[in-house]
């Protein structure tokens, strides 16, 4: 889980799914793929997104600062 958390704070700090694909050399299918299964895990969607539009929500905006922090002292 801790890989999928880090992929997750990669994206918002990429602001998409496919800049953050892009700069970790990943297929962007992955990466919505693990996106996907962290949510599910937590119960609840932690990023809205479309084609045109990143935000996060509630949810993903409490997540990214309780671990924002502490991925990047483990990295």
């Not at 799914?17 to 599910?40: F, G, I, N, W, Y």
């Amino acid at each position: 889980m801790y890989d999928d958390i880090a992929l997750f704070i990669n994206i918002v700090q990429n602001r998409g799914l496919a800049s953050a694909a892009q700069q970790l050399d990943m297929p962007a299918a992955t990466v919505t793929r693990r996106l996907q299964k962290l949510e599910h895990a937590l119960g609840c969607q932690l990023i809205h997104r479309s084609a045109r539009q990143f935000v996060l929500t509630p949810e993903g905006e409490a997540y990214y600062q309780a671990y924002a922090d502490q991925i990047k002292q483990l990295d």
